[in-house]
């Protein structure tokens, strides 16, 4: 089955300063690569997706790019606030009728003002 | 976007006893759900894909006569933890797509419900 690794585990950046995180796939057949903002208690919150027929996706801040032929996909966050300090988790998924979500093992991510 | 809602939030219960958490879709039928669970500090780990009308499909390493699903309807999934231990203490989530928002491949999340076992 599918398999995700993410990197760093913890990640600690100045306010104003960029965020990267970084996850590998297994399954050459996922399609759908979400990420996942999820605060101490709260469900996860989706925070930007890409799927495999696009290279990159950006939205204000945030720019997700997916490498398939390495099956490396990353998050990139510019101009961190401390409002982004939460753990991010990055998914892979075969999307299809019954398709299934495999999390990586997340990072923490602190912004210090 | 779509609605998923989990009850209860909390619960607390015995050691040995059964705990029954309900997942529902408020505005969108959904013919599949998905159980997840999650430790402190750990990544949300799928247990188990409730299907509508038949049996669950569960994860390697998942006891399905411990963890009972049952997905009822279009629009209810339930996850019976049976005999419960305190190693059963967790955070437990479900999530469902919605078949019906045309090329949406988003899956919405339940608010999730806190197990403690005592």
């Known amino acids: 089955g599918e398999n995700v690794e993410q990197h760093p585990s913890t990640l600690s950046v100045q306010e104003g300063d960029s965020a990267v995180i970084k996850c590998t796939y297994s399954d050459s057949a996922s399609n759908y690569f979400p990420w996942y903002k999820q605060e101490l208690g709260k469900r996860p919150q989706l925070i930007i997706d890409?799927?495999?027929?696009?290279g990159e996706k950006k939205d204000q801040r945030i720019a997700v790019t997916l490498n398939k032929t390495a099956k490396h996909f990353s998050l990139h966050i510019t101009e961190t606030q401390p409002e982004d300090s939460a753990v991010y988790f990055c998914?892979?998924?075969?999307?299809?009728?019954?398709?299934?979500?495999?999390f990586g093992p997340g990072t923490s991510l602190s912004v210090i003002p | 976007g779509a609605v998923v809602s989990q009850h209860p939030s909390r619960v607390i219960c015995k050691s040995g006893t059964s705990v029954k958490i309900e997942c529902r879709s408020l505005d969108f039928q959904a013919t599949t759900m998905f159980w997840y669970r999650q430790f402190p500090k750990q990544s949300l780990m799928l247990m188990a894909t409730s299907n509508e009308g038949s049996k669950a499909t569960y994860e390697q390493g998942v006891e399905k006569d411990k963890f009972l699903i049952n997905h009822a309807s279009l629009t209810l999934s339930t996850l019976t933890v049976t005999s419960a231990h305190p190693e059963d203490s967790s955070f437990y989530i479900c999530s469902a797509r919605d078949p019906g928002a045309g090329g949406k491949y988003e899956q919405y999340f339940g608010p999730g419900t806190r197990l403690t076992v005592t």
């Open positions: 998914a892979a998924s075969i999307y299809t009728s019954y398709d299934k979500v495999i």
């Open positions: 890409i799927r495999s027929n696009v």
